[in-house]
């Protein structure tokens, strides 16, 4: 995880090479376990039959063997992995173990860098499941998210894991190593740029400690016997290797490796549904829409309130159009503030009852979030049921630290941060005069 490793040209980089060699023959290259593995892969959720998978950055290939056997289910409907590694003798390592279980016609292997992707092994939209445990550090975790998502086919799930800080003021000796490595970010900053990225965010698991162990433990041993090679390219790969193990030993507690499973968001394309922000001529359909949508006139009496309030912003109160050009729903984003500092509010949205279920619902709210951040508008709230928003790539709020001000299930009240290049602000919600809390 050296800087000298992420930055050097590989083709006849000697440090990269002693690297390498160094590295040869351990069960794994970065922190992680099978039962790690397994945890990520149960919060893809249903895969289809015979999924195909791509492994990024393999190593010797624990992750892809195990996705081999278990992703899709065993028998017939395994997964087809595809595993991409720079080093060949990785994936020799690879295509010996699939052979000793059984799994030869279920792995195929890529000597490539996932920088330069062959798009004649790995073709665009070609993949159920990408998965880089460990790996996504090479490319960086932001650009990871922007590369990565064409691989997918529609549906498709990114699993990725990434080196981040766990400890909320990280200390001056753990910083004077990392910042000049890789710098780290929090897990709330790392969710923010993935949904700023365009994902929706399944889940979230930081690995154990035990999963460093794995990796570290032989690798430790590995440098303590290291005998043989006292090039100078072996002795820099050997130091940096000893200051990382000595910077984990020193600062463990202060960062982490923390797994991501993300799908692209996918709310509907809105062709049956087109949205355009409300005129005036909409009001009296916008109020009967919201009175048709709930049990009590409380909602449209709240768009009233809002409409007259300083709250309210012109261009972000929206509505989609049923076939016959009559209002079918209507959302509606109002500015709010966490922590004394500007987002928006989506509240309310609502859908005829006779266009309920129809897409209607999900065109005009996926139309809004873009006008909003095509304005550069940076964070949304929204207190709606769970699981329905995060289709948008909204996640619990809590993560970022934010709450309401009220009592509320956590998973009910959610965020979606549109510009991740924006610091997410902590704190308390203040909403609109209108909303009454």
């Known amino acids: 995880m050296t800087d000298d490793f992420r930055d050097a040209d590989h083709t006849g980089n000697a440090f990269f090479e002693a690297f390498l060699t160094l590295h040869h023959g351990l069960p794994r290259q970065a922190p992680g376990s099978d039962a790690s593995t397994r945890a990520l892969l149960s919060l893809c959720g249903p895969l289809p039959a015979r999924p195909r998978v791509l492994d990024l950055g393999c190593g010797p290939g624990r992750s892809a063997l195990l996705l081999a056997a278990e992703a899709g289910g065993h028998g017939p409907d395994g997964a087809e992995v595809t595993a991409v ?22 792995v195929r292997t890529v000597e490539a860098d996932m920088n330069e992707l062959p798009a004649g092994q790995v073709a665009d939209g070609s993949f159920d499941l990408v998965w880089a445990e460990g790996s996504a550090y090479i490319t960086g975790f932001d650009t990871a998210l922007a590369r990565w998502k064409r691989l997918l086919a529609p549906g498709g799930t990114l699993v990725l894991t990434e080196c981040e800080w766990t400890a ?25 740029a993935a949904q700023a990225a365009g994902y929706r965010v399944l889940g979230v698991r930081l690995l154990p400690d035990s ?25 820099q790969a050997l130091a940096a290797t000893r200051e990382e193990l000595d910077v984990r030993a020193r600062h463990g507690h202060e960062y982490g490796y923390t797994g991501y499973v993300l799908r692209p968001v996918a ?66 984003l109002t500015r709010c503030e966490v922590g004394g500092a500007p987002a928006l509010a989506l509240a309310p949205v609502a859908v005829d009852p006779a266009y309920q279920r129809s897409g209607a619902g999900s065109s005009v709210v996926q139309a809004l979030l873009a006008a909003a951040r095509a304005r550069g508008e940076s964070l949304v709230l929204v207190l709606g049921h769970p699981s329905y928003y995060p289709r948008f790539g909204f996640t619990a709020a809590s993560r970022f630290g934010i709450r309401a001000p009220f009592e509320v299930p956590d998973e009910a009240m959610m965020a979606l941060v549109l510009d991740g290049s924006v610091p997410v602000p902590a704190g308390t919600i203040t909403y609109p005069a209108p909303f009454g809390v």
């Open 168 to 192: 909320a003021e990280p200390s001056a000796g753990a910083r004077a190593f990392w910042d000049a490595q890789y710098p780290l970010r929090s897990t709330a900053a790392n969710v923010a």
């Open 211 to 235: 999963d460093w162990d794995e990796y570290y433990g032989p690798l430790a041993e590995r440098v303590r016997d290291h005998g043989g090679d006292d090039s100078p390219a072996m002795a």
């Open 85 to 106: 590694d720079l080093h060949g003798p990785f994936l020799d390592e690879l295509r010996t173990a699939a052979a000793a279980r059984g799994l030869t016609d279920r």
């Open 267 to 332: 709310a509907g394309d809105g062709g049956a549904w087109p949205a355009r922000p409300e005129t005036a001529a909409d009001t009296a359909a916008v109020r009967a829409v919201n009175l048709a949508a709930f049990e009590t006139p409380l909602e449209a009496d709240l768009v009233d309130a809002l409409r007259a309030d300083g709250s309210w912003l012109p261009g972000l109160s929206y509505v989609a159009e049923a076939p016959d050009g009559s209002v079918a729903a209507h959302a509606l």
